[in-house]
């Protein structure tokens, strides 16, 4: 996995090193590939990369989706790369997401309690972290053009066939690691939807060229 020297936390490093695109079937490339191009037309005129994860609840895939695509891009060392997540209503995210990314090497601190808690997601020493926090996917605090949407779950997609001011929107749908709460299955199930988001985020950052 080539990339330029970018250092992250070494538990992320050492997770990344494990993932095998491989995994990955032909079918979800074929899904995948639209927002490779997007990244590379963006790479290739030297624009703004904007990325919109979005899900419903804006709780859990979309967040993991954000985080790790946002990692991928620092990995690869590609420039002007600004991800956001929201869903078409706000919730919280999920205790359970930020628990599954701490374990994975990544630094979280909660910097606001309530009913929808703010959270600093760092991946490396010096890189400004990653803030998250259950939004719609048009709050003030993402971009309002010139993005691509990404709907990371089948309701969303169905929910939202337009985005307003999206440049492209594109459906990477994941299976709800929901299904598994309270469940003795719960940590197991996050774990791997999040590595199977991280092998697929890191698949379309390998892929671009500068």
């Not at 985080?67 to 995210?93: D, H, M, R």
């Not at 309002?144 to 939202?160: E, H, I, P």
């Amino acid at each position: 996995m080539l990339r330029v020297k970018n250092t992250l936390f070494p538990e992320i490093e050492k997770l990344i090193h494990s993932l095998n695109f491989e995994n990955i079937s032909t079918e979800r490339k074929i899904i995948l590939q639209p927002l490779v191009d997007f990244i590379q037309n963006k790479t290739a005129n030297h624009q703004e990369i904007r990325l919109n994860l979005i899900c419903t609840h804006n709780s859990r895939r979309s967040h993991l989706a954000q985080v790790w695509a946002q990692t991928a891009s620092a990995y690869f060392n590609i420039k002007n790369v600004y991800c956001y997540s929201g869903g078409t209503e706000a919730t919280a995210l999920f205790p359970v997401v930020a628990k599954t990314l701490e374990n994975q090497g990544y630094k979280i601190t909660m910097i606001s309690e309530g009913e929808n808690p703010i959270y600093s997601i760092k991946y490396a020493k010096n890189e400004h972290p990653i803030i998250g926090f259950s939004k719609t996917y048009d709050d003030d605090f993402n971009p309002q053009n010139s993005f691509v949407a990404l709907l990371t779950c089948s309701q969303a997609d169905g929910d939202c066939p337009y985005i307003a001011g999206a440049e492209k929107r594109i459906p990477i749908t994941y299976d709800d690691p929901k299904a598994f709460d309270k469940t003795s299955f719960q940590t197991q199930k996050y774990e791997e939807r999040s590595l199977q988001i991280a092998t697929e985020m890191f698949y379309v950052f390998s892929q671009i060229k500068q």
